[in-house]
């Protein structure tokens, strides 16, 4: 993996122009193209702090291995330049809105002697007349079926209508009614075509017309007593009316329009759109992309519309309006590109009340359950979920099925505010009731493979805690003195029901750590509840005038430590494999199988292993491990960015025991700044209203030098677990 600092150009050779940039591999592909009105702002955005980049650029970036630009005159050049750019290099970190499937067209082929209509998909032919894109394909089949009682044109194949010229027998349709034979010489070629001309007249909107001529036609038989022909029309009326009714009248009879709207999250966006022609919805198109960068609406909304339109040109292909739900900061230049290409004025419009603000909201909820549903299936699928996990055993050659896999993932910046995330998956899916979080300290913070032991050491060991087969941890001098009952003083395992006392010397406060200890055992044995404060120190135990601590000392619970694991995945890769890897033999246990799954090209990483394992890009298997190792990447990032808040905002104050917010107020006003205080006296700190000789010294052993400046979560020592507040 390339490190984005070896190919980083200097903040001053980028020019500040708008632009578009290519990322190119070390193999000289081009795996990225983008554009901005400033080059050096938009291209310092991949290199500030690649840490905290969505996983996709993330990777991204670290797989290129240079970068280089063009300057352009104007916005409009470079989307231009950008979506030749992607249409020329289809790079394949870029959003690309195409199609998991080819929607069908009802096309007819006005290019030849005898048109014919046809259901097409795929890429579109010069001389072929176009309508929809229609969803299902069996709307339209249904729809042609209808017309061709109507307006019979030929519908059959080139095969079928030269054998019917070579025998001089039409085909069935022919025979029904539902073709003009024009390969028996039944029609002319002239007026053949000029049948299909009034065929695509009708499916661009004149249906009334057509409906107001038959019914002409009818009245006209009826009065020449021709009952016959009069039922005919009136079945033609009949059919036409069927047809026009199917599509839904949503807006004024004069509105071309194309529709979107999308709905995003943290990974994919699905998008979709109404073809909205006279008024009437029709057709309907959606994807289901991925993201690689962290974008708005409006973004996604501009690459979307170079994408659709980037291709077409003429009056048929782009419609005289769009409506977006955002608009995108280069409105007017896309708006001046999307009319070129017209040939006539095209208006980008962010409908903001009523018909057109109703068919907006009509659209996004079309897709945003296009977004639901994409991620129930691959993920809620029970058969998506067994295939994934059938084809990881298979391609790691597992012994035992996938029960239970856990995820580990290591946020910070600058190696500043280090935190750790587990997720756990069992049967496929997420329980979020078992994810954990870990503030990594100390030596284990220094770089990510010290902290991946570090995690993966204290997940485990509590796991063998619970199994019997790992003894207690040692006391420390700080943290873990042991009482009387060999609980340790900490509380945080062990000790619940704790609750606050207001009365200053309550019945058994204690000042001496024997007395201390010697009640909560009394206490212990004879069921009932002790009254102990323990102060973290060895030397002595007291108890502050202001409060007193009452617990009630009981066996601690099992924790959801206690469930290994089938599977460890770890993001990244040797080096943190090797860590976790390491962490687990050194703890003895060797039933938990663990990977590491590399963004660079998504190979996954084996213990010991010189090659990785390569999952086809479709796989579920694949797809499974992307969830989990984005999830876990997800929770680490949300939690350092609030621990990472809090440390902006915290106070020196905020860590010393004992300390409410009044006297922290109270300290600050007497002193006004944090260095003051820290260099007053035990004696200048007892002139604070409230701060008595104890306190005042615990307050200067605590602001100390060498003493913690900032408050740390409260977290398990024996779990490395943090303890909600």
């Known amino acids: 993996m390339a490190d984005p600092a070896s190919y980083r150009p200097r903040t001053g050779e980028i020019p500040t122009n708008p632009g578009v940039y290519r990322f190119r591999d070390e193999h000289g592909r081009v795996i990225y193209v983008g554009k901005a ?37 104007s916005e409009l050049e470079a989307i231009q330049l950008e979506y030749t750019w992607i249409k020329e290099f289809t790079p394949r970190f870029n959003i690309m809105f195409r199609d998991d499937k080819s929607y069908p067209y009802l096309a007819v082929t006005m290019g030849e002697k005898f048109p014919r209509v046809q259901v097409m998909r795929g890429e579109r032919r010069k001389g072929v007349k176009y309508f929809g894109p229609y969803y299902p394909a069996k709307a339209i089949r249904e729809t042609v079926d209808t017309l061709l009682r109507v307006f019979p044109v030929r519908s059959c194949s080139t095969g079928v209508f030269n054998r019917a010229q070579r025998t001089g027998r039409p085909c069935l349709l022919g025979y029904i009614d539902k073709c003009s034979a024009p390969c028996v010489g039944r029609i002319s070629p002239e007026d ?72 995003q999250d943290e990974l994919e966006a699905a998008v979709q759109v109404f073809h909205v022609r006279g008024g009437r919805i029709r057709g309907q198109r959606g994807w289901v992309v991925e993201k690689v960068e962290d974008q708005s609406t409006a973004d996604l909304a501009e690459h979307l519309l170079q994408q659709v339109y980037g291709d077409a040109d003429g009056p048929d292909r782009i419609p005289r309006q769009v409506m977006l739900p955002q608009e995108p900061e280069n409105a007017a230049e896309l708006q001046a590109w999307l009319s070129t290409l017209r040939g006539s004025k095209v208006q980008i419009h962010v409908p903001k009340r009523g018909d057109k603000a109703a068919l907006i909201s009509t659209v996004r909820e079309n897709a945003e359950q296009a977004l639901a549903l994409h991620k129930s299936r691959r993920a809620g699928d029970i058969t998506t979920r067994s295939a994934g996990l059938q084809q990881l ?71 063998l805690l619970d199994q019997g087969r790992l003894a207690a941890p040692e006391a420390t001098e700080a943290t873990d ?61 007291t108890v502050p005038e202001e409060t007193v601590l009452e617990a009630t000392l009981t066996p601690a619970p099992k924790t959801k430590f206690a469930y290994p694991p089938n599977l460890v995945v770890v993001d990244g890769g040797p080096p943190q494999v090797a860590a976790a890897s390491r962490a687990l033999a050194d703890l003895g246990i060797t039933d938990v199988f663990v990977v590491g799954l590399a963004k660079r090209l998504e190979e996954v990483w084996l213990s010991d292993d010189d090659f990785p394992v390569i999952l086809p890009r479709s796989s579920e298997g694949l797809f499974l491990l992307q969830r989990i190792r984005d999830e876990a990447h997800r929770f680490a990032i949300a939690y350092h960015r609030q621990k990472r808040g809090k440390a902006m905002t915290v106070s020196v104050l905020d860590g010393v025991q004992g300390l409410g917010p009044a006297k922290r107020k109270a300290l600050m006003k007497h002193f006004g700044s944090a260095k003051k205080l820290k260099a007053a006296s035990v004696e200048e700190l007892q002139q604070v209203p409230g701060i008595g000789p104890a306190m005042a010294a615990s307050l200067k052993r605590q602001l100390a030098p060498g003493a913690a400046d900032e408050a740390a979560p409260a977290v398990n020592m024996a779990t490395g677990e943090i303890i909600e507040s």
Not at 401 to 420: F, K, M, P
Not at 523 to 533: E, K
């Open 37 to 73: 009105k400033n080059l050096r702002s938009r291209l310092n955005n991949y290199f500030a702090s690649p840490k905290n980049l969505l996983p996709k650029t993330y990777a991204m970036v670290h797989t290129a291995a240079s970068v280089e630009w063009t300057i352009v005159g």
């Open 481 to 541: 003195a042991p009482d009387a009952t060999g609980i340790a003083a900490t509380g945080v395992t062990g000790v619940t029901g704790v609750t606050e006392a207001t009365a200053p010397g309550a019945a058994g406060a204690t000042d001496a750590p024997a007395a201390a200890a010697e009640q909560a055992a009394s206490a212990l044995a004879q069921g009932g509840d002790t009254a102990v404060v323990l102060e973290q120190t060895a030397a002595e135990i």
């Open 393 to 463: 055993q298979e391609a790691l050659d597992l012994p035992v099925a996938l029960l239970r896999i856990e995820c580990y993932d290591i946020s910070h910046v600058q190696g500043t505010n280090v935190v750790a995330s587990m997720v756990v998956v069992e049967d496929g899916l997420p329980k979020k009731s078992d994810y954990r979080r870990f503030a990594i300290t100390g030596d284990a913070a220094r770089d990510d493979t010290s902290a991946m032991y570090d995690v993966i050491s204290r997940r485990f060991r509590n796991y």
């Open 192 to 263: 053949h075509k000029a049948l299909a001309a009034e065929f695509c007249a009708f499916m661009g909107g004149e249906a009334d017309r057509f409906i107001r001529a038959l019914e002409k036609k009818m009245a006209a038989a009826v009065a020449e007593l021709d009952y016959e022909s009069a039922a005919r029309y009136r079945d033609d009326i009949a059919a036409l009316r069927r047809v026009f009714e199917r599509n839904a009248v949503v807006l004024s009879e004069d509105t071309d329009a194309d529709v979107f709207a999308l709905a």
